[in-house]
């Protein structure tokens, strides 16, 4: 659902554990499904590492808006991030501080990392057609 017209990134503490769920629709390609209009076209798979493999109810939803947006979750798959966890807790570990973006975006990033854990700080260069952003 890309429209070069619009480009989306959403930042912030989600609270949506993804686990391992894949953020795209995968096997859609028109030789499984043939009633698929003639200008389909079918999300393409990137991996996405995460150190956070739990998964709740706002994870699911995130992933089903991914789904059905063509959005992104760029932690663990921009740059070489490895899908740090961005909090750290008596109670355990989880990686709920996101960024998601169009995959038009996902080829824009200069650099991607999760810093101290518990401290909301994702640094991101973007690199724009007009100018560097940081996020």
Do not use: W
Not at 31 to 36: D, G, Q, V, W, Y
Not at 107 to 121: A, D, K, R
Request: net charge negative; aromatic share 10%; proline share 3%.
């Amino acid at each position: 659902m890309y429209d070069a017209n619009c480009n989306f990134m959403l930042v912030g503490d989600l609270n949506s554990r993804c686990g391992n769920l894949a953020d795209h629709v995968v096997d859609d390609a028109d030789a499984h499904i043939p009633t698929l209009p003639d200008d389909y076209v079918p999300d393409i798979g990137l991996l996405r590492a995460t150190q956070d493999t739990v998964i709740n109810n706002n994870g699911r939803r995130l992933i089903d808006f991914c789904k059905e947006t063509g959005t992104r979750i760029a932690n663990g798959r921009a740059c070489g991030d490895s899908g740090t966890c961005t909090y750290v807790g008596s109670g355990g570990s989880s990686l709920v501080d996101l960024v998601v973006v169009n995959e038009y975006l996902l080829n824009y990033f200069y650099t991607f990392s999760v810093m101290e854990p518990n401290i909301y700080l994702i640094t991101a260069y973007f690199i724009s057609q007009l100018s560097q952003i940081t996020m």
